[in-house]
């Protein structure tokens, strides 16, 4: 069961990435109130590419079921917390550190440490 199904219309607050995997589209948006804080406090490049990172299936499967996410990113000492809505994905916040605490019920996805060049 989706936690958050209908507490937010489509369009609400800012939209921050439209992408496409295979032909599917898929939109990150934030509320107002988080973006503001999201822009202040971090770098919302690599807010949203810990989100692609989740890659196509995992995409695919968390959008079909309307998946909480916890996306732990390591590298950057931080944690993103997101929901599916479809092919929407609503940033509900942002921890700054990777070691959390995570809702039963959430996801959870662990980027690996990149380590090395190109």
């Given at each position: 069961?989706?936690?958050?199904?209908?507490?937010?219309?489509?369009?609400?607050?800012?939209?921050?990435?439209?992408?496409?995997?295979?032909?599917?589209?898929?939109?990150?948006?934030?509320?107002?109130?988080?973006?503001?804080h999201?822009?202040?406090?971090?770098?919302?490049?690599?807010?949203?590419?810990?989100?692609?990172?989740?890659?196509?299936?995992?995409?695919?499967?968390?959008?079909?079921?309307?998946?909480?996410?916890?996306?732990?990113?390591?590298?950057?000492?931080?944690?993103?917390?997101?929901?599916?809505?479809?092919?929407?994905?609503r940033?509900?916040?942002?921890?700054?550190?990777?070691?959390?605490?995570?809702?039963?019920?959430?996801?959870?996805?662990?980027?690996?440490n990149?380590?090395?060049?190109?």
């Amino acid at each position: 069961m989706r936690r958050y199904e209908g507490n937010l219309n489509r369009n609400h607050g800012k939209k921050l990435l439209n992408f496409n995997f295979n032909g599917r589209n898929f939109e990150i948006r934030t509320t107002d109130h988080t973006y503001e804080h999201l822009e202040r406090k971090y770098d919302l490049n690599v807010v949203c590419g810990d989100i692609v990172a989740l890659g196509k299936k995992r995409l695919y499967d968390y959008a079909e079921r309307g998946e909480d996410v916890a996306i732990i990113d390591q590298d950057n000492d931080l944690t993103v917390i997101i929901t599916f809505e479809g092919n929407q994905i609503r940033i509900r916040t942002v921890i700054d550190k990777s070691n959390v605490w995570v809702k039963r019920g959430t996801r959870i996805f662990k980027l690996r440490n990149y380590k090395g060049g190109f």
